[in-house]
Nanobody, 125 residues
Framework: QVQLVESGGGLVQAGDSLRLSCAASGRAFSRYHMGWFRQAPGKERELVATITWTGAVAYYADSVKGRFTISRDSAKNTVYLQMNSLKPEDTAVYYC??????????????????WGQGTQVTVSS
């Protein structure tokens, strides 16, 4: 089992940057694919970015491509989401999620087994 704790959210202006962190505790973090999701008020939760457990494969939603970067540090059991050129439409609660899978492949959004409590990101115009 894995416990996930997000941090790094806050209130910023459009064009600013933020880096979210997700600290994982538990067994075999290195075998978990990791994802960042977000949910804005009145909207469904959406997958923002995914990184496989080797770090070799990543996925980004079209809305964040070229602006966000997902990375992981297995030595620190931490996954990051670097968010640059933030826009007001990026405002949401951001969640970290983990999917245990011995295979090197991108998980589907429904595959994730463990979730963090979320961190609020607010981008003002």
């Amino acid at each position: 089992q894995v416990q996930l704790v997000e941090s790094g959210g806050g209130l910023v202006q459009a064009g600013d940057s933020l880096r979210l962190s997700c600290a994982a505790s538990g067994r075999a973090f290195s075998r978990y694919h990791m994802g960042w999701f977000r949910q804005a008020p009145g909207k469904e939760r959406e997958l923002v970015a995914t990184i496989t457990w080797t770090g070799a494969v990543a996925y980004y939603a079209d809305s964040v491509k070229g602006r966000f970067t997902i990375s992981r540090d297995s030595a620190k059991n931490t996954v990051y989401l670097q968010m640059n050129s933030l826009k007001p439409e990026d405002t949401a609660v951001y969640y970290c999620a983990a999917d245990y899978d011995p295979l090197e492949r991108l998980p589907s959004p429904s595959d994730y087994d463990y979730w963090g409590q979320g961190t609020q990101v607010t981008v003002s115009s």
